[in-house]
């Protein structure tokens, strides 16, 4: 097919109603730009499951089938999963390779799971914080399965600050070694309280330096007043988006675009998009960005739509 009949049957296929999930592959749009040149660096779109939480939860979407959904819908070609949708297959190795196989399928990569609800990596008791390092092993197994890089993990424990520091540096060190004889990172992403307090988190990380062990910075998610820290909500103490993200960037090994509620110009109204993006583009980070919505003034299907045209609009422009 030469160039100009491909541009063609592009655009006409692109003008079609979105796909659902059962329907044929739609043409793929893998973020890149054939303009670009070798020093400028390539937007890389993933999709974050958790931007599809209420449409799984209500079983509308199919967890099972998120590669297809991310591809064939939204026609990106990488992921990161939710373990909560997974709890129940977590130790099925049939399961995990049947999953990987949809993936490979649809051309999908399976980028990352984020872990939620396996004990505190920061206890302060000892035997509880041994016990919650032991609780994501099956998620690292999971994660090798799919052919993941990563797993996501939540920096939550004791609440004086010197004990957290020293409980937290010996749980990370004890998952993240483990992780490394199975080929997975363990990153961190703020998730609020100290976890967003990104030179309390890189202290951290330097003293346990390991190579697979790092950041997952958020652009949300950086109030330290409450737990999960979201900043679509007023917050008492919040460390600062753009500080934050470029304190994290050294130590990155995925990204995630946090989005909230849109403006009539199809711009963040409590996010600076160009700001943020700039500081990735800026950066040592060349990985995926992942789209993670969460607002409520758009549906979850339209929230996406709107934060990857949002991504793709300004992403040009930044210098």
Partial sequence: ???????????????????????????????????????????????????????????????NRFAAVARRTYGIGAVEYVNQFYVEHVNNESFWNEMQSIADQEGVQSLLIMVDNEGDLGASNEEERIQAVENHYKWVHAAKLLGCHSIRVNAFGAEDEQVFRSALADGMGRLASYARDEGIQVIIENHGLYSSNAALITDVIKQVNLPNFGTFPDFGNWCQSAKWGS?????????????????????????????????????????????????????????????????????????????????????????
């Fill in 1 to 63: 097919m030469n160039r100009r009949l491909f541009l063609y049957e592009t655009a006409i296929l692109s003008s079609l109603p979105i796909l659902n999930a059962c329907s044929p592959p739609a043409p793929v749009d893998d973020s890149t730009d054939e303009t670009s040149t070798p020093l400028e660096k390539t937007l890389k779109i993933s999709l974050a499951q958790w931007s599809l939480h209420r449409q799984i939860e209500a079983k509308e979407t199919d967890p």
């Fill in 231 to 319: 900043t679509m909500i007023p917050c008492e103490t919040n460390y600062g988006n753009e500080q934050g993200l470029a304190e994290f960037l050294p130590y990155a090994k995925a990204v995630s675009a946090k989005s909230y509620n849109f403006d009539a110009e199809g711009n963040q109204t409590q996010l600076d998009y160009p700001a943020l993006l700039k500081l990735v583009k800026d950066s040592d980070y060349d990985g995926y960005i992942g789209i993670e919505y969460e607002g409520d003034s758009l549906s979850e299907h339209e929230g996406i739509l709107a934060t990857k045209a949002l991504m793709e609009r300004i992403w040009p422009t930044l210098a």
